[in-house]
T-cell receptor, first 114, second 118 residues
Framework: QKEVEQNSGPLSVPEGAIASLNCTYS??????FFWYRQYSGKSPELIMS????GDKEDGRFTAQLNKASQYVSLLIRDSQPSDSATYLC??????????????FGKGTKLSVIP | DAGVIQSPRHEVTEMGQEVTLRCKPI?????LFWYRQTMMRGLELLIY????????DSGMPEDRFSAKMPNASFSTLKIQPSEPRDSAVYFC????????????????FGPGTRLTVL
């Protein structure tokens, strides 16, 4: 069973601070990694994807990947109350013959305090 | 673009009844996914299709669940008979094909169907 682990939180940060969200995965063959944001009562929305080791920045968001440690993180700079949501980590591995393994973590709830 | 469309948005039914959830993916997307989300188990992949063909249904919990995709613009998830433990939010998502096998799916989710089985 492929596992994706996230701290459920809630993670509380003051407005303007950096929020750091972490995710570990068990399948060393995983190749692509995604962060989705889900507001309460809404559907998940893709905010970042990362495929190679290192950092990838998009606006206030930075995704970090370390395949050796099987670890992916999401940093949110200058956190805003509107960033308050649950953040889901998703991991994909190609298993051959056109088939993929897709696994989501249970998510980390982030609360940004004004 | 209208995005992924799901119906109904809410469904309340009694144990033993048949439930059919519907999904219209984004036009041009090759992949369609069905998920179930609960507080206890999080977001679970049930089944996904590529060009209307089921690729992996290993997440379908049991024979009471079935999914079809008769054409590129429509899919159904059916539960028969329904049980209280099937109560959850069911999401449909769609995606373009990955650029390469090393790249996964950038999925677009529908608004979900909240199913309550009494």
């Amino acid at each position: 069973q492929k596992e994706v682990e996230q701290n459920s939180g809630p993670l509380s940060v003051p407005e303007g601070a950096i929020a750091s969200l972490n995710c570990t995965y068990s399948d060393r063959g995983s190749q692509s990694f995604f962060w989705y944001r889900q507001y309460s009562g809404k559907s998940p929305e893709l905010i970042m994807s990362i495929y190679s080791n290192g950092d990838k920045e998009d606006g206030r968001f930075t995704a970090q990947l370390n395949k050796a440690s099987q670890y992916v993180s999401l940093l949110i700079r200058d956190s805003q109350p509107s960033d308050s949501a649950t953040y889901l980590c998703a991991v994909t591995a190609y298993s051959g013959a056109g088939s993929y393994q897709l696994t989501f973590g249970k998510g980390t709830k982030l609360s940004v305090i004004p | 673009d209208a995005g992924v469309i799901q119906s109904p948005r809410h469904e309340v039914t009694e144990m033993g009844q048949e439930v059919t959830l519907r999904c219209k993916p984004i036009s041009g997307h090759d992949y369609l996914f069905w998920y179930r989300q609960t507080m206890m188990r999080g977001l679970e992949l049930l089944i996904y299709f590529n060009n209307n063909v089921p690729i992996d249904d290993s997440g379908m919990p049991e024979d009471r669940f079935s999914a079809k995709m008769p054409n590129a613009s429509f899919s159904t998830l059916k539960i028969q008979p329904s049980e209280p433990r099937d109560s959850a939010v069911y999401f449909c998502a769609s995606s373009l094909a990955p650029r390469d096998v090393l790249f996964g799916f950038e999925q677009f989710f529908g608004p979900g169907t909240r199913l309550t089985v009494l």
